[in-house]
């Protein structure tokens, strides 16, 4: 039997259309469904914050090793000076 042209679903609601709880029905569903989501957004605002961030940060952490080379005597001022030119 049609409801609303989009047949009788997976056998839990009125409609094919998923929503919260199609899966597993009742309050457990819900639960479930919005655990599920908020791990895909979590992970999305991840991957961007990895994907965008990830350029900027580098330039300043290799110039404090550079610093700490310096720092410790493994170069000395002109290689420290010729390294951060090359850095920037």
């Known amino acids: 039997m ?3 042209g989009f047949g009788s679903g997976f056998g ?3 409609s ?14 819900w639960i479930i469904t ?4 908020g791990l895909i957004i979590y992970l ?4 961007f914050q990895f994907l965008f961030s990830g350029s900027r940060r580098n330039p300043t952490s290799r110039l404090d090793t550079l610093k700490d080379r ?3 005597g493994e170069i000395n001022e002109d290689e420290y000076q010729r390294l951060k030119t090359e850095l920037i």
Request: charged residues 5%; contains cysteine; aromatic residues 20%.
């Open 2 to 4: 049609m409801h609303g």
């Open 16 to 29: 094919w259309i998923c929503g919260p709880g199609i899966f597993f029905p009742g309050p457990v569903g």
């Open 44 to 47: 999305a605002v991840r991957f």
């Open 12 to 14: 839990h609601g009125t």
């Open 70 to 72: 310096l720092a410790r």
């Open 34 to 37: 919005l655990l599920f989501w």
